[in-house]
């Protein structure tokens, strides 16, 4: 399977502990991007990575939360001290840089977290 | 703020008619717009993208249009198919940002 991938698939904390969640994009994609999403809404833009240099975060994204992309290959993103309100899917996409810069981005199935 | 506003009552239509989806997006001129499928507990998937010099786009029974002046992109599924049962989610960019809208669910009846 050569599509985004993500792990884990689902998370279970408890408030205050800090959870880490991987994203693995399509090999050759140097766009990676990292959404929230909750029930009945869309997703969320939190962060962006271009290669290993993140250039642009949403203000949503307190200093709770990291985003990391070391070697401009797989990211991740870790929720320090968890709060109730941090439950969500957690999705991550890659896209391609081709001419025009408006690419489709190619979603991974999303990590569910639930902090009780 | 910017925002992207989708119809977010359910529409129901019937095999084999048109199914039409509305994006309006306010306080902002998005250079392009893409529409997404998400199926429950996934990813979305990448259906189409139009850019705002283009009025109109399509892809087998797919069309999506532009309308920079009502500030709006109508989505049509012909001959929609239970298949097709889904929520729909239109996303706005001027950069590589994306901007969602809460996405409207698409059930057709068989």
């Known amino acids: 399977d050569t599509g985004v991938s993500q792990d884990p698939r689902h998370k279970i904390t408890k408030r205050g502990q800090n959870v880490t969640f991987r994203c693995d994009p399509i090999?050759?994609?140097?766009?990676l991007y990292w959404y929230r999403q909750t029930l009945g809404q869309g997703p969320e833009f939190l962060t962006y990575?271009?290669?290993?240099?993140?250039?642009?975060k949403s203000r949503l994204l307190s200093d709770r939360f990291s985003a990391e992309r070391p070697k401009g290959s797989f990211s991740t993103l870790e929720i320090q001290r968890t709060e109730q309100g941090d439950s969500a899917m957690y999705l991550c996409?890659?896209?391609?840089?081709?001419?025009?810069?408006?690419?489709?981005?190619?979603f991974g199935p999303g990590t569910r977290l639930t902090v009780l | 703020s910017q925002k992207i506003e989708q119809n977010s009552e359910a529409l129901n239509i019937q095999e084999g008619k048109t199914a039409t989806l509305t994006c309006n997006y306010t306080?902002?001129?998005?250079?392009?717009l893409q529409w997404y499928r998400q199926d429950p507990g996934r990813g979305p998937v990448f259906l189409l993208l139009?850019?705002?010099?283009?009025k109109e786009k399509r892809k087998e029974r797919l069309k999506v249009t532009f309308d920079t002046t009502l500030k709006q992109s109508l989505f049509h599924i012909t001959a929609s198919q239970p298949a097709d049962s889904a929520t729909y989610l239109c996303?706005?960019?001027?950069?590589?940002?994306?901007?969602f809208g809460t996405g409207t669910l698409l059930a057709v009846q068989p």
């Open positions: 996409a890659s896209s391609p840089t081709k001419a025009g810069d408006y690419n489709e981005q190619f």
């Open positions: 090999s050759e994609h140097n766009r």
């Open positions: 990575f271009q290669n290993e240099a993140q250039l642009e």
């Open positions: 306080n902002y001129s998005p250079a392009y």
């Open positions: 139009i850019r705002e010099n283009e």
């Open positions: 996303a706005g960019g001027a950069t590589n940002k994306l901007i």
